[in-house]
């Protein structure tokens, strides 16, 4: 089992920055995405990184704002976000995927449902 365990959320000014983490045991052999959700809303897709930390993938709405990056020594994937805007309130989960490093793939799921394991989320709250 992995276990994600999200930190770094907070309150910070539109224009500003945060840095989120998710940790867990056994990371650094899953690929690991960011999602968020408002509620009664949908999860929606921010970034994923595959198990390698080759390859990474944005929504449209983050692309140049925010950056996911990992270490796997360290079994920790950040995402980086900058620029942030009102609009990027929400929680944000993080979610890991063995699948794909178990099949030999060395990409990342950016759609929920081929997640199989959840943090319990970080709320980051953008004033404008």
């Known amino acids: 089992q992995v276990q994600p365990v999200e930190s770094g959320g907070g309150l910070v000014q539109a224009g500003g920055s945060l840095t989120l983490s998710c940790s867990a045991s056994?990371?650094?052999?899953?690929?690991v995405g960011w999602f968020r959700q408002l509620p009664g809303k949908e999860r929606e897709f921010v970034a994923a990184?595959?198990?390698?930390?080759?390859?990474?993938y944005y929504a449209e709405s983050v692309q140049g704002r925010f950056t996911i990056s990992r270490d796997n020594a360290k079994n920790t994937v950040w995402l980086q976000m900058n620029r942030l805007k009102p609009e990027d309130t929400a929680i944000y989960y993080c979610?890991?995927?063995?699948?794909?490093?178990?099949?030999?793939?060395?990409?990342?799921?950016?759609?929920?449902?081929?997640?199989?394991?959840w943090g319990q989320g970080t709320q980051v709250t953008v004033s404008s």
């Open positions: 990184i595959s198990w390698a930390g080759s390859k990474q």
């Open positions: 056994g990371i650094s052999m899953c690929a």
């Open positions: 979610a890991a995927d063995k699948t794909r490093y178990e099949l030999g793939y060395n990409d990342a799921p950016r759609s929920a449902a081929d997640f199989g394991f």
